[in-house]
């Protein structure tokens, strides 16, 4: 089984940063793809970004690339997602996820979810 537990998140003016962790517990991290999605009220969950754990590729979603960076810590088991410029429509509660596989894309199902983060940006 897998757990993950957000933090990091809160407050921020338009433009600011914000740099969100997830540590993950699991059996083995050989096969093991993790990811952010964001949720904001009356919207469908949305992906954000994701990483393989053991090769350390990375997908984006359009609306966040350029802006935020994903990377993990393998000998902490946690994983970031660095925001940066962030804007008010940035503001959703970031889950993580993972999944025991290496493919990264959202077209395939992320199986385990964290409690999720506020994130919310003023404007």
């Known amino acids: 089984q897998v757990q993950l537990a957000e933090s990091g998140g809160g407050l921020v003016q338009a433009g600011g940063s914000l740099r969100l962790s997830c540590v993950a517990s699991a059996r083995s991290f050989d096969t093991f793809a993790a990811a952010w999605f964001r949720q904001s009220p009356g919207k469908e969950r949305e992906f954000v970004a994701a990483?393989?754990?053991?090769?350390?590729?990375?997908y984006y979603s359009d609306s966040v690339k350029g802006r935020f960076a994903i990377s993990r810590d393998s000998a902490k088991r946690t994983m970031f997602l660095q925001m940066n410029s962030l804007k008010p429509e940035d503001t959703a509660v970031y889950f993580c996820a993972a999944r025991l596989n290496d493919y990264i894309h959202p077209r395939y199902e992320y199986n385990y979810w964290g409690q999720g983060t506020q994130v919310t940006v003023s404007s």
């Open positions: 990483i393989n754990w053991m090769v350390g590729n990375t």
